[in-house]
Nanobody, 127 residues
């Protein structure tokens, strides 16, 4: 399994950014997929940000609802995260991964990730 995230960068509060993730070696079309982030700083944990099921049901962390949109392009095995109205607290290293489960109650969880982690793409939001 190969995962490649891209699209990160340095932005200002209120800006938008779109992240992409290509993944190979899995049955992407029939997989639940998710975006995760790891905030910088000691003691911070990785958290799920959003996930999307194989039938395109999308779920979001409360703090990003209304600002982030997850989407998938099965033909290109690509996962997208459109981020609007970015805030400094959105700063972090963003990862995508295949998930065993995706739903409202598990969107934040990281234990159900399959295949391990890629390198991630860093998003830094300045105030």
């Amino acid at each position: 399994v190969r995962v490649k995230e891209s699209g990160g960068g340095l932005v200002h509060s209120g800006d938008s950014r779109t992240l992409s993730c290509t993944i190979s070696g899995v049955d992407f079309e029939n997989a639940a997929m998710g975006w995760f982030r790891h905030h910088p700083g000691p003691g911070r944990e990785r958290e799920g940000v959003s996930c999307i099921t194989s039938d395109d049901m999308a779920y979001y962390l409360d703090s990003v609802k209304g600002r982030f949109t997850i989407d998938r392009d099965n033909a290109k095995s690509t996962l997208i995260l459109e981020m609007n109205d970015l805030k400094p607290e959105d700063t972090g290293l963003y990862f995508c991964a295949r998930r065993a489960t995706c739903g409202e109650s598990v969107v934040r969880q990281t234990l159900n990730v399959l295949d391990g982690w890629g390198q991630g793409t860093m998003v830094t939001v300045s105030s």
